[in-house]
Every structure is written in C-alpha cells, then in structure tokens.
C-alpha cells in the first residue's frame, strides 16, 4: 500500500525540522530588516548627545524610549540594528549571487569543453584559492576605497572559486552519463544539453552551497566593516556597530553583543536552514 504524497512530505518535513526551525529564524530576521522603516522608533542617523551610551531596558539606569539603549552619540540601537540588518542581508545575497553566477558558469565551462580552458580556469581557481582570503579581500579594499558597491564586487570576485570547483567535479561526472551522451548523439546543441541536462542536475548542490556561502559573506562583510574598510559610518551595518562599541566593551558590553547577537542568530538561520535544505534535497531521502 503506497504512502500519500501529503503524509510522506509531512514526514519528509518532520525530518528536516531542523531545516524548518533555520528558515524561521531567517524568515522573522528578514521580515525584520525588510519593514525596518515602520518598525523603527526613531532614525537610524539621529542623534541625540544628551542621551548618549544609555543602557538597555534589563538596566536600571535604562531610558524608556530606548528599549535597546543608544550609541555613543546618541542614536537608538533598536534602529540602526534593524537598518544595519538590512545592509548586512543585502550585501550577503548580493555577493552570493554575484560569485555564484561567475563560479558557475566557468566550472560550466571547464568541466564541459575540458582541455586548454579547463586547465587554465583550473590554474586561476588554484591562483585564487592560494591567498589567504581575508588577506586578499583587506589588499583590494584598501586599493578601491570602502564603500557599499566596492565591497560586494570585491566579496563577489573572491568567492567564486569554490563554486567553479564543485560544479567543474560534478560537470565531468554527469558528462559522462548516458542521458547526456544521448542527447549529444541525437544533435543536442551544447547549449542546450547544459540547459536542459546538467544544470538541472547541479541544483541542488548548488542551493545548498549558496545558503553557506550566504553566511560566510554576512560574516565577511561584517568583518570589513569592523576594520573601517566596509560600509562607513554613519550609515548602519552590524559589522560598524561591532566596532562602536569595541572601546566600551569591559563597562558597556552590550553596544558590541547585540550587533554581536544579531549577526551569530543570523548565520546559525542560515546554517540551519542550508543543513535542512542538504537533507531535504538528498536522493536517498527524497523518496522515503
């Protein structure tokens, strides 16, 4: 007796509760960061001296208008986490897509047509792949200047590698599969065959990586900004706050834990949900 399809996604679903837990988790944060204009009480830019480095409203010394405490000149934390929120979440999407669209289509490219192009973008991926990343990403940033637009170029063309490796591995395998070299035999068009055959066959491997690279990206950024060659004040970025509240750290610990808190609760969403996403997406479950 054959099992309904709703009762086995159902307990496909339980199976990946995991998975479940990481995309609302994600889904509330980017909700958050998508209406952070309406749910902001106050601007993220405004000051206000006379109520700078107020505590948060778990201290007794807390100021009702502002529940989370304010910065050192003043603005509120509530706002600017939750316009910083939207930075950060851009930037990591961006910069995901961005490298995964150049990583993609040149292990594309490699695995495909193999030869002369495969051992030179082999050779470039090698290349990048041997500089320390944080190095090379610091060396650019400094060289370009900071800025919104520079740090997702720079983030985007030092993270495809690790997709152009992945895709290259798994485009020599199915390339090798009798349903592609049939419809190479009945006249498929290169373009075609990728389309059509061995793109859709790449997917899931590449949902999954995406959601970690996501991650990675979100922490990347909010590291640049911390050393000033990211997003630049006053506009609002986790990483940015991190670093106003690192002078304050031993008497004020919250200016830096939320900023903190923010950015720990976001990639755990993200890595959660990458790990359901893996098992929800694994062939040998899918059927169960």
Same mark, same amino acid.
């Given at each position: 007796m054959s099992v309904p399809r709703s009762h086995r +996604?159902? !307990? !496909?679903? %339980?199976? &990946? !509760? &995991?998975g479940v837990a990481g995309f609302t988790m994600l889904a509330l944060i980017l909700a958050a960061a998508l209406l952070a204009p309406l749910l902001s009480?106050?601007?993220?830019?405004?000051?206000?001296?006379?109520a700078r480095l107020k505590p948060p409203f778990w201290d007794e010394g807390a100021d009702p208008r502002y529940k989370l405490g304010t910065d050192p000149v003043g603005r509120d934390? $509530?706002?600017r986490l939750l316009h910083g929120g939207r930075i950060s979440l851009s930037i990591g999407f961006l910069t995901m897509s961005f490298s995964a669209i150049v990583g993609i289509s040149l292990g594309i490219l490699a695995g495909y047509y193999r030869g002369f192009l495969d051992s030179f973008i082999s050779n470039m991926v090698n290349i990048m792949m041997s500089f320390p990343y944080i190095l090379l990403a610091i060396s650019v940033m400094a060289a370009t200047g900071p800025g919104y637009k520079n740090l997702i170029m720079v983030l985007g063309l030092t993270g495809w590698p690790i997709y152009t490796r992945l895709v290259r591995a798994e485009v020599i395998e199915l390339k090798g599969r009798d349903f592609v070299t049939a419809a190479r035999a009945l006249g498929g068009r290169d373009s075609g065959v990728i389309w059509k055959h061995i793109l859709p066959n790449l997917a899931s491997s590449i949902i999954v990586l995406a959601t970690f690279e996501m991650a990675r990206m979100i922490i990347r950024e909010s590291f640049l900004s911390f050393l000033g060659l990211g $997003?630049?004040?006053?506009?609002?970025?986790? /990483?940015?706050m #991190? %670093?106003? /509240? !690192?002078?304050y750290m #031993?008497?004020?610990?919250? #200016?830096? %834990? $939320?900023? /903190?808190?923010? $950015? +720990? +609760?976001?990639t755990l969403g993200i890595n959660l949900m990458g790990d359901g996403l893996r098992d929800w997406l694994d062939p040998h479950t899918r059927n169960r």
């Open positions: +996604f159902l !307990r !496909r679903l %339980a199976q &990946v !509760r &995991v009480p106050k601007s993220p830019l405004e000051q206000d001296l006379h934390l $509530i706002s $997003i630049q004040p006053p506009m609002a970025s986790w /990483g940015g #991190l %670093a106003e /509240g !690192r002078s #031993l008497n004020l610990w919250w #200016l830096a %834990a $939320i900023p /903190g808190s923010a $950015i +720990f +609760f976001t």
